[in-house]
């Protein structure tokens, strides 16, 4: 092609592992590099490089997301111990993901990809409910123990100078069964301002609604806490920029967002704390249809972003692939991590081109399922009357023709 776009600063690019690497290069091929003249800063992120470089090869890509402010990530293995076997791993590295998040500090948003055929469980939900997960803390970072019968749990904390404030937390009752359980958690400030930020920031970005929730009837200090930072920050530092854009921040208990959520139509960020947004983005991605359609982005507080699909590297499909069989594995939310990194890059750098190239390769992404040409997961469970199963290399194809 004679007139591919030009970039002026690259994105950072991490590539993955098993079908989700086959994919991400189908994608290029196909998709991307016939149009633009791709600037990206390579990593390798699949997990004999990762074995090769002593994982250096992940801290080094989140440091460039940081340089760059815009990455793309493919789906990559966390190692297990039959992946230390597979792979001959020196070490079980750690989840780049959390490598990754831990460098960047940020805030992870999932939204569904909607398309026509493919109708939500929740027959109100018409827009997608994007989900915005506090990543750090809580019970994540917990510390717990059993405890023996007869025995007294404090709560107990030790200030600078050494000054000891105790409570008590359970006599346990010397007597049978009298014996139980413990768990201890934190969390910061500055964690939880930078989640509200982040939220706060996206809600202005994407002019959706900002909805938060937490149990601060129950837990009166420690969730009612995130409540007051959140109140603190709003007020402060988006209450008139949220009036200008016409958008709302409102909070109100768990119990009554899960209500909500399900009476609603959809069309909004839902900031989660921690377990509330592991749990809940289970829940909300099952209802909107497929994990293949569901779409992540990290954004951290320092200003860069991180695209993904919110799948794993599909390796039940992958394993079919070596043998040579055919797959048709859903490459859609692989499609939107680029057309997202692609995009922001074209905002970030004012150019207007890049935007929309991806806005029309998202178009010609739904079109062809909307066409009735869609991967497995999606035929069955799509409601078009005209539909056909395609394996991963057709629906691409497909894609690209209509781009
Ligand atoms: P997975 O790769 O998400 O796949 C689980 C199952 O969901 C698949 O077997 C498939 O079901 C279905 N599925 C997921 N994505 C699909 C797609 N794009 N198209 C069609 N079907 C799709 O999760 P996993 O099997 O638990 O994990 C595999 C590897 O991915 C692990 O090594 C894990 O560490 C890694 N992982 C990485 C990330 C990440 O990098 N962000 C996230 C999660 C997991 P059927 O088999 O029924 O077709
Ligand atoms: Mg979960």
């Known amino acids: 092609m004679a007139n591919k776009i030009q970039m002026k600063n690259p994105i950072v690019e991490m590539d993955g592992d098993e079908m989700t690497k086959i994919i991400w290069q189908l994608i290029k091929d196909e998709l991307i590099c016939p149009h633009v003249e791709l600037k990206s800063e390579y990593y390798d992120l699949s997990l004999q490089n990762r074995d090769a470089t002593n994982d250096q090869v992940t801290v080094d890509s989140a440091n460039a997301t940081l340089k760059h402010g815009v990455a793309v990530k493919c789906a990559t293995i966390t190692p297990n111990a039959q992946r230390m076997t597979e792979y001959k791993l020196k070490e079980m590295w750690k989840s780049p993901n959390g490598t990754i998040r831990a460098i960047l500090d940020g805030t992870v948003f999932r939204a569904p990809i909607i398309v026509k055929g493919i109708e939500p469980l929740v027959g109100n939900w018409k827009k997608p409910i994007t989900i915005g997960r506090h990543a750090y803390g809580d019970m994540y970072r917990n510390v717990e123990a059993k405890a023996a019968a007869g025995s007294k749990a404090e709560l107990c904390i030790t200030d600078k100078n050494g000054n000891v404030t105790k409570q008590l937390i359970h006599e346990f009752p010397d007597y049978a069964e009298g014996e139980g359980i ?90 989660c704390k921690n377990y509330d947004g592991d749990v809940m983005s289970d829940m ?80 010609a992404t739904v079109d062809t399922i909307e066409d009735g040409i869609m991967t497995g997961d999606l035929y069955v469970i799509s409601s078009l009357a005209d539909k056909r199963k395609v394996t991963t290399q057709e629906f691409i194809k497909e894609v690209a023709q209509r781009l």
């Not at 293949?292 to 954004?299: Q, Y």
């Not at 939107?336 to 178009?363: H, I, M, N, P």
């Open 182 to 271: 413990v768990q201890a958690i934190h969390n910061t400030d500055i964690s939880i301002c930078s989640f509200a930020r982040a939220c706060f920031g996206f809600a202005l970005d994407t002019k959706q609604d900002l909805w938060f929730s937490t149990k601060d009837t129950i837990s009166k200090t420690y969730d009612h806490h995130f409540k007051d930072l959140y109140a603190e920050i709003y007020e402060k530092e988006y209450k008139t920029k949220f009036e200008a854009a016409g958008i709302e921040y409102f909070y109100t208990l768990i119990d009554d967002a899960v209500a909500r959520v399900m009476r609603s139509e959809g069309g909004y960020i839902w900031a």
């Open 284 to 363: 909300v991605a099952t209802a909107f249809g497929s994990l293949g359609m569901m779409t992540s982005v990290l954004v951290s507080p320092n200003g860069a972003f991180e695209y993904e699909a919110a799948h794993g590297t599909v390796t039940r499909h992958y394993y079919k692939h070596l043998k040579g069989e055919e797959t048709s594995t859903n490459s859609v939310a692989t499609i939107y991590a680029w057309t997202g990194a692609l995009k922001k890059r074209g905002e970030l750098d004012s150019l207007t081109e890049l935007v929309e190239f991806a806005q029309r390769l998202e178009k």
